[in-house]
């Protein structure tokens, strides 16, 4: 097989060729692992999707389901012995001491770690532009940034660097991405898999998802992490997730809310989300229109609650035990003087924000009210629900934009993420496919369904893909 | 004006309170719960092994590490709970408590705030306010000549410890003098061994005890400003530690002055406090839900559990020794608050000594005369006089085929060599008791004789005088003569 045609492979065609004989696993790794290591050598002047690539093809391991295909990690997984960093300065040249689960179960199903990829700093950002290690570049566009957070991985995988990769999701991190580079990204229901190993961002939200070239594949990767992990209190007893095979939507009921895909989605987006309606109609789906009235608000409440839950998870990097330590002559000093240094501009801000929205006195009025907010989104999906099977919309409001277009407004670059935070606060499965291009560039929709319902949401996105017919070769490297 | 204990004051020792003011004391008590592992991981707990070899990504706060709640330290709260009488939420959830210190790897300890496992309660005549789980911190090693954290040279951090599952039982103001806070810590302290839930030992740490203090005017309904102490790591500390700032509010209050809320830390060697923190500088701990962690949900299945396991608690003993045994008030409460001298009791009173032992008189012989000749505190199962040779002992004693002074000295006996039968010490050392017959009738006339002088004076009618002839009665009997009998022997001799 060539190393063209091993490209051309997706994970679940890459696993049954090892298996039938037509291609070792050592070459099907050794082919992705040479192209990683340019990308990670040309730095900038690659895509620069890896914080670390494996330096040589791993031992021969006994047959598994996976069969060997290299996978490509979001920086913030804790491997033993592999940098995990986050996306971070504070953890300059950390090396962690285990494995987080998600990770050793895929490699127990046979998978092998390729790299780790680049990511915003701690997960917080819309754009990847927000690293220690660089900006990644969109493989469609090098001008363009690929979305964020887990930027790498979409990059990556959409470049052709890697069949497939891990990432994380809080508001939006798997599926924006995964929009804005033409791929698929998926955010189980929140406790599908544990996050366990998972450098937290915001514990209530966090959540591992597949970035992969196709639903088949992200079904897959999804089938060999999930599960419940005793130790994740938070980690679900979910049902298998099986391969989808749904060619049709027959008597399907796809809800369109207006909150999320009317008023400020970008014309060229809304285009390309009605013309895949109306695939969705042919394959014989009804499509409704629902409301969420609590959707607008949604922005709002992560914006207190995801900084909270982060303001305390990061309050461990304090220089005393890993990572980075600034010297200084007292203890309060060398804190201050270690997170000065360590931490980038956005995780600071939010540190301020969330150490604000938890102060004595302020408590109720940020943190509290958040949490009846996240509550009433919650109730708004479950009413949804009630008539509708999926909740269709937009995954981004718009197509990638321009590298350093949004880096000085926050507020707009948190816009990235309105029609994905919904569905993070209230835990429930949500999967992004490209559904077409608009102006050259990637769009992607996003499916969502009730809680636990990823393996039936995997199929109906199946059916649709295979309408779309979305042809991703444009951004190959 | 406002002041504040700055300046290291020193407690008065003499401790009396005058009696215009009312000391209003409420304690929080950590208690070191003596499960397997710790509190949010796998990792043994540790007593006095190599620093840091107990520990594991959780317990060293690593990224990506996450807690998981100890069932058996929950099982262990429910215990605690049900002898306090407390009500138990069906739900009680983990919080975050923030702030930065190198003994606190994750910049926050998890603990129970708003929702604990247990509210209310009682023991003994002091109302229990709350008891709730949480995580002890590491153990902070200050190097350098202070051994405190100011003026050390350098720190290093143990994390050993860090993650050790604490119940804290947080007390009403109910408690209004040092004896009374030490002797009901000393109640405490027994519920919680004979729950079996924890060593309860203040010299090791795994029991701590804080207290807050307050002094109002006699009569007074409203409370005092409070001050927190810190750092009394034994009954003794404790009681000497309130004390000292009890007088030291009624001396700035005497003077006009006005107590500052702050804690404070007591250090033995000098009796002093000085002030940690004030009011103004107390920490923010921005507490919020614990995201990690899923409520405790209480099921019947888990009560059913901890009430099949709670032993007969030491106030109940006390009764029961009361009611049962017909033991004093006194001798009960002794007996049962500590239980290890209770359980010796009660193994002597089964032993079948014969003759049997009044219940009473076997009591003041474990508390008193057996308790006495061992160490302080000691466990009197674990010396050489076993129960049933007391009991023996004893039941000799009452039926007067031993006198009590040899006895003590069959008893001095058992301690050192040990032995299963006392009867056969007195028959070797010839202890038995004269009875009323030929012999000690001789013995008694030939002490009259002796003593000629004193014999008139008390056939005069000084009945003191008749202390010598009984002495010297004892003193030829070494002691096996009964002291009753010796002196109806030498009233009737001398014919009164």
């Known amino acids: ?477 | 004006m406002s002041e504040n204990a700055d300046a290291g004051a020193k407690g008065a020792s003499d401790g009396a309170v005058p009696a215009a003011w009312e000391p209003v004391i409420g304690l929080e008590i950590h208690v070191q719960l003596a499960t397997a592992t710790k509190m949010f991981c796998g990792c043994e707990l540790s007593f006095g092994e190599r620093p840091n070899t107990h520990t594991c990504a959780v317990c060293l706060g690593l990224p990506g590490s996450l807690p998981v709640a100890n069932a058996r330290a929950v099982h262990f709260g429910l215990m605690i709970g049900l002898a306090l009488g407390s009500e138990l939420a069906p739900r009680s959830i983990f919080h975050r408590k923030n702030y930065f210190y190198p003994d606190l790897p994750k910049g926050y300890q998890i603990s129970q705030y708003e929702e604990p496992l247990c509210r209310g309660g009682r023991l003994g005549d002091v109302r229990i306010h709350r008891v709730h789980l949480e995580e002890d911190a590491a153990k902070l090693i200050h190097v350098g000549a202070s051994g405190r954290i100011h003026g050390s040279d350098a720190s290093v951090v143990d994390f050993n410890r860090g993650g050790t599952p604490l119940a804290e039982i947080v007390t009403e103001p109910d408690l209004r003098s040092p004896e009374q806070c030490s002797e009901w810590l000393k109640l405490l302290r027994t519920t919680l061994r004979q729950l079996g839930v924890s060593d309860v030992n203040m010299e090791e740490g795994s029991l701590r005890c804080d207290a807050n203090v307050s002094v109002r005017p006699a009569g007074a309904r409203e409370l005092g400003t409070k001050a927190e102490l810190k750092n009394m790591n034994s009954f003794r500390y404790l009681e000497r530690g309130i004390r000292a700032e009890i007088a030291r509010q009624v001396e700035v209050l005497q003077r006009g002055g006005e107590v500052v809320q702050e804690t404070l830390h007591y250090d033995p060697a000098s009796d002093r406090l000085t002030s940690l923190r004030s009011k103004e500088e107390a920490h923010d701990y921005r507490y919020f839900p614990e995201p990690d962690l899923i409520p405790v949900a209480i099921d019947e299945r888990m009560l059913a559990r901890a009430r099949a396991e709670l032993p007969e608690l030491p106030a109940a003993r006390a009764e029961r020794f009361q009611r049962q045994l017909g033991l004093s008030r006194e001798s009960a409460q002794l007996l049962a608050f500590r239980a290890e001298l209770g359980d010796y009791l009660e193994a002597a009173l089964a032993a079948g000594a014969e003759p049997e032992p009044p219940p009473q008189a076997l009591a003041n012989w474990v508390s008193g005369e057996l308790a006495g000749r061992l160490d302080e505190g000691a466990d009197p199962a674990s010396s050489r006089v076993t129960a049933a040779a007391l009991a023996a002992l004893v039941g000799l004693v009452s039926a007067k085929r031993v006198s009590v002074g040899a006895a003590r000295q069959v008893l001095d006996k058992l301690v050192t060599e040990g032995g299963e039968d006392p009867a056969a010490i007195i028959e070797r050392e010839g202890l038995a008791a004269l009875d009323g017959g030929e012999e000690l009738a001789a013995v008694v006339a030939a002490a009259l004789d002796a003593n000629a002088d004193a014999a008139e004076r008390v056939r005069a009618g000084n009945e003191k005088a008749i202390g010598p002839i009984i002495g010297t009665v004892m003193r030829e009997t070494k002691g096996r003569a009964d002291g009753g009998e010796v002196r109806r022997l030498v009233r009737e001799q001398l014919g009164i």
């Open chain 1, 1 to 477: 097989m060539s190393a063209g045609d091993i490209l051309e492979l997706s994970a679940s065609a890459a696993a049954a060729a090892v298996d039938s004989g037509e291609l070792s696993a050592r070459e099907l790794f050794e082919t992705y692992r040479v192209r990683a290591a340019a990308d990670r050598d040309a730095g900038i002047e690659g895509l620069n999707c890896f914080t670390w690539v494996a330096d040589e093809v791993p031992a021969e391991a006994p047959p598994a389901p996976l069969h060997g295909v290299p996978i490509a990690i979001k920086d913030l997984f804790c491997v033993e012995g592999v940098p995990s960093q986050a996306g971070s300065r504070i953890l300059e040249g950390y090396r962690p001491p285990y494995t987080a689960s998600s990770v050793s179960r895929l490699r127990e199903a046979g998978a092998c770690l390729l790299a780790k990829t680049n990511q915003d700093e701690f997960a917080m950002g819309s754009s990847n532009e927000n690293s220690a290690f660089g900006p990644v570049l969109n493989p469609w566009d090098r001008a363009r940034v690929p979305g964020g957070s887990s930027g790498g991985s979409a990059a990556a995988v959409a470049a052709g660097l890697a069949p497939w990769a891990l990432g994380t999701d809080t508001g939006g991190s798997i599926r924006q991405p995964a929009a804005l580079c033409g791929i698929v990204g998926m955010k189980p229901t929140y406790g599908t898999v544990s996050r366990y190993g998972m450098i937290a961002f915001a514990s209530s939200l966090d959540q591992a998802g597949p970035l992969t070239r196709d639903v088949s594949d992200a079904a897959l990767m999804l089938r060999h992490m999930s599960g419940r992990d005793a130790c994740d209190a938070t980690s679900l007893h979910s049902a298998s997730v099986e391969p989808p095979s749904a060619r049709r939507l027959d008597g399907l009921r796809l809800g369109v809310p207006e909150e999320l895909a009317g008023e400020g989605i970008e014309a060229g987006v809304l285009e390309c989300c009605r013309s895949t309606l109306s695939l969705a109609e042919g394959l014989g789906a009804d499509v409704a229109e629902v409301r969420l009235p609590h959707a607008p608000h949604a922005l709002a409440a992560y914006y207190v609650l995801a900084p909270a839950e982060a303001s305390s998870n990061l309050a461990r990097f304090d220089g005393v035990r890993y990572g980075l330590r600034a010297e200084a002559d007292d203890l309060l000093a060398m804190y201050t003087r270690t997170r000065h240094d360590g931490f980038g501009p956005e995780v600071k801000r939010r540190i301020m924000l969330g150490t604000y929205a938890l102060s004595s006195g302020y408590y109720e009025a940020y943190y509290g009210r958040a949490q009846r907010v996240r509550t009433k989104i919650a109730e708004d999906f479950a009413a949804a629900f009630q008539s509708v099977d999926y909740i269709v919309s937009p995954t981004s409001p718009t197509v990638a934009f321009k590298l350093g277009e949004r880096t000085s407004d926050p507020l707009s670059m948190y816009l990235s993420d309105y029609c994905t935070v919904p569905m993070s606060l209230a835990g429930i499965p949500a999967i992004s496919i490209p559904c077409g291009l608009s102006d050259g560039l990637p769009v992607g929709l996003q499916l969502a369904g009730p809680a636990l319902s990823d393996s039936r949401l995997l199929d109906a996105a199946h059916a649709l893909e295979q309408a779309i017919e979305f042809d991703p070769r444009a951004a190959r490297v």
